[in-house]
């Protein structure tokens, strides 16, 4: 059974970080893209970023570049999400999610999310 | 910059067939563009449903089929049932955009 669980979501004031996990089991983790979506309160899905099986290339959101870094580790079968400069616009529900082989062109699977909240 | 527009919302009755628009506003979707649908339930995680834009992974009901032409993708829901009451999100991607989600849509079954 493919599963995707989020941790490291807090409350943080601006200008804060925050590291956010995933780990995953149920298949080759190092062989899938992965991406992060979020989810503000009330309001529609938006994608954040990006990263290929080897993690050799990344891809980001205009809205995080430069203060959001994504990165894996596939011999933990973790995503990471590096988020620096926090915002009170970055508040959210993160998921991470499963793509495929070839690109993060599609969300198979989803994990619970975590919450992430910006506020002084 | 793709930029995809949903009704904010549709309603239905039980058993009725329902359509669900996902209208891209930039530009016509790109035969390289890839197309995807989302459930997502109140207070649940989203759920694919529909993949380039007419594929349903396994274990998704065949009562949900998508389609594509021109600058629309369309989710066709038949036999509509209370549990499909939900929000629905169209997905497009393309290498040189990434991913990029409409707007959803809420569904209300009467």
């Known amino acids: 059974e493919v599963q995707l669980m989020e941790s490291g979501g807090d409350l943080v004031q601006p200008g804060g970080s925050l590291r956010l996990s995933c780990t995953v089991s149920?298949?080759?983790?190092?062989?899938?893209?992965m991406s992060w979506v979020r989810q503000a309160p009330g309001t529609g899905l938006e994608w954040v970023s990006a990263?290929?099986?080897?993690?050799?290339?990344?891809h980001y959101a205009d809205s995080v570049k430069g203060r959001f870094t994504i990165s894996r580790d596939n011999y933990k079968n973790t995503l990471y999400l590096q988020m620096d400069t926090l915002r009170a616009e970055d508040t959210a529900v993160y998921y991470c999610?499963?793509?495929?082989?070839?690109?993060?062109?599609?969300?198979?699977?989803w994990g619970q999310g975590t919450l992430v909240a910006v506020t002084s | 910059q793709s930029a995809l527009a949903q009704p904010a919302s549709v309603s239905g009755s039980p058993g009725q067939t329902i359509t669900l628009s996902c209208t891209e506003t930039?530009?016509?979707?790109?035969?390289?563009?890839?197309v995807s649908w989302y459930q997502q339930h109140p207070g649940k995680a989203p759920r694919l449903l529909i993949y380039?834009?007419?594929k349903r992974p396994s274990g998704v009901s065949d009562r949900f089929s998508g389609s594509k032409s021109g600058n629309t993708a369309s989710l066709t829901i038949s036999g509509l049932q209370a549990d499909d009451e939900a929000d629905y999100y169209c997905?497009?991607?393309?290498?040189?955009?990434?991913?990029?989600f409409g707007g959803g849509t809420k569904l209300t079954v009467l």
């Open positions: 997905c497009s991607f393309a290498i040189r955009t990434n991913a990029v």
């Open positions: 930039s530009s016509d979707f790109g035969t390289s563009t890839l």
């Open positions: 380039d834009g007419s």
């Open positions: 149920g298949f080759t983790f190092s062989s899938y893209a």
């Open positions: 990263i290929t099986a080897s993690g050799g290339t990344t």
């Open positions: 999610a499963k793509g495929t082989v070839v690109a993060a062109s599609r969300f198979e699977y």
